[in-house]
């Protein structure tokens, strides 16, 4: 059984920064397919970002790229964000999530690929 606990989440102001931490027990980390997933109440959960098992590969939501970054550290079994350039739409619930499941190109972006899931940690951004 896999238990994931994100952290670092807070209040920031438009065009700032934080970074985001997900801790993972149980299972294989380094087997795992990572992601980061984030929900505004009355909207479904989107994607927001993923990462390979082994950290080579990464893809984006087209509204985050270039201002998010996905990273993991397999010995610490830890996933991180970091989030920079924040903005007012960028405010939710963000949840980490990881699968055993293999995806095109090792790295797994649909909600359904996943079957262990954080609390999330709320990001709030003021304008």
């Known amino acids: 059984q896999v238990q994931l606990v994100e952290s670092g989440g807070g209040l920031v102001r438009t065009g700032g920064s934080l970074r985001l931490a997900c801790v993972a027990s149980?299972?294989?980390?380094?087997?795992?397919?990572m992601a980061w997933f984030r929900q505004v109440p009355g909207k479904e959960r989107e994607f927001a970002a993923g990462?390979?098992?082994?950290?080579?590969?990464?893809k984006y939501a087209d509204s985050v790229k270039d201002r998010f970054t996905i990273s993991r550290d397999n010995a610490e079994r830890t996933l991180y964000l970091q989030l920079n350039s924040l903005k007012p739409e960028d405010a939710a619930v963000y949840y980490c999530?990881?699968?055993?499941?293999?995806?095109?190109?090792?790295?797994?972006?649909?909600?359904?690929?996943?079957?262990?899931w954080g609390q999330g940690t709320q990001v709030t951004v003021s304008s």
């Open positions: 149980g299972g294989t980390f380094s087997w795992y397919s």
């Open positions: 999530a990881s699968t055993a499941r293999y995806c095109a190109g090792n790295v797994c972006v649909r909600q359904t690929d996943f079957g262990y």
């Open positions: 990462i390979s098992p082994d950290g080579d590969k990464t």
